[in-house]
Antibody, heavy 122, light 107 residues
């Protein structure tokens, strides 16, 4: 069974950094584009970043561009999100997700993790 | 940026009633539109991909239609377990965007 498990969330002060991880299992991780999506408390879903299966194509929301870096280690079946210069408005539950089509860098997100909570507060 | 506008924002529905949720895109996106269900304290789950393709394991009472700028999610004969927030999502163009969500409550 395909599964994604996020970790690395926590409480951090504004301006500091945090790195999220997403461990994949039950599918061929290196075949799929991967994504980070966040959800602020009581709010809707917001796409954060995308990465192609070979890391050759990256995409970022304007709200995080220049501060967050998405990466992956296909040998370790793990997706990462390096979050720098954190702001209070980055407070959210961060989900990783995979696209449902082999080789695609877009498309429906067919598997989601359970999320990891990030709180940015002084 | 493609803006997705869902309507209604909230719907209170009796079991077995039919539910229709609309998602309008600010630009034409073909059929690159997907629907998710999110129950409280759970991660989103894919229901419909590419406007009308039911995802594996999704009950047949859920269906989607539309193309271009107007899309619809229909729940035939609502069940109690369908209480959730529903989101549309476009993957036609970066930035990827989601609709604001439609909360469906059971009367």
């Amino acid at each position: 069974e395909a599964q994604l498990v996020e970790s690395g969330g926590g409480q951090v002060q504004p301006g500091r950094s945090l790195r999220l991880s997403c461990a994949a299992s039950g599918f061929s991780f290196s075949d799929y584009g991967m994504f980070w999506v966040r959800q602020a408390p009581g709010k809707g879903l917001e796409w954060v970043a995308s990465i192609s299966r070979n890391s050759g194509s990256l995409g970022y929301a304007d709200s995080v561009k220049g501060r967050f870096i998405i990466s992956r280690d296909n040998a370790k079946n793990t997706l990462y999100l390096q979050m720098n210069s954190l702001r209070t408005e980055d407070t959210a539950l961060y989900y990783c997700a995979k696209t449902g089509m082999v080789g695609a860098t877009r498309g429906a997100f067919d598997i989601w993790g359970q999320g990891t909570k990030v709180t940015v507060s002084a | 940026e493609i803006v997705l506008t869902q309507s209604p924002d909230f719907q209170s529905v009796t079991p077995k009633e039919k539910v229709t949720i609309t998602c309008r895109a600010s630009q034409r996106i073909g059929t690159s539109l997907h629907w998710y269900q999110q129950k409280p304290d759970q991660s989103p789950k894919l229901l419909i991909r590419y406007a009308s393709q039911s995802f594996s394991g999704v009950p047949s009472r859920f269906s989607g239609s539309g193309s271009g700028t107007e899309f619809t999610l229909t729940i035939d004969s609502l069940e109690v377990e369908d209480a959730a927030t529903y989101y549309c999502h476009q993957t036609s163009t970066l930035p990827l965007t989601f609709g604001g969500g439609t909360k469906v409550e059971i009367k």
